[in-house]
């Protein structure tokens, strides 16, 4: 749980201070960013499924790292995509909550809060 609330606050840090793209073009960030998107699409999907009782929290996460960063076009459409990659991956993989689905959660919670630290370190203005 306090992994959940971890990677949640690092979110928001990320999203204070934006590193936005240079209009047009991708950032030089963007694969972590994609990267994060996927990390919180399994979010969505796993914590729910493990009982979580989070409801749209990381749809929620996701949306705001959206808003904040503001992509558009195919910078867009890559991110969100890269969400419904990590939802849908992981919906057809498990049914119920595993202890390998435990394990998928936690280790997806530590690389989520390293990759937003890593963006807010190397490019927030």
């Known amino acids: 749980m306090n992994r ?12 204070a201070a934006p590193a936005r793209a240079v209009e047009g073009g991708p950032a030089p960030f963007d694969g972590d960013l994609q990267r994060l998107a996927e990390i919180l699409g399994a979010l ?3 914590r729910a499924l493990c009982g979580a009782n989070e409801g749209a929290k990381w749809r929620t996460e996701m949306q705001a790292l959206i808003d904040a960063e503001a992509p558009t076009g195919e910078r867009r459409q890559k991110i969100v995509a890269r969400f419904n990659l ?9 049914r119920s909550c595993t202890p ?19 963006i807010t370190a190397r490019y927030a203005n």
């Open 4 to 15: 959940a609330l971890s990677i949640a606050t690092v979110i928001l840090t990320l999203l």
């Open 44 to 46: 969505h999907y796993l």
């Open 86 to 94: 990590g939802y849908r991956g992981f919906q057809q993989t498990y």
């Open 100 to 118: 390998a689905a435990d394990v998928a959660i936690r280790r997806f919670l530590d690389e989520g809060a390293r990759i937003a630290r890593d």
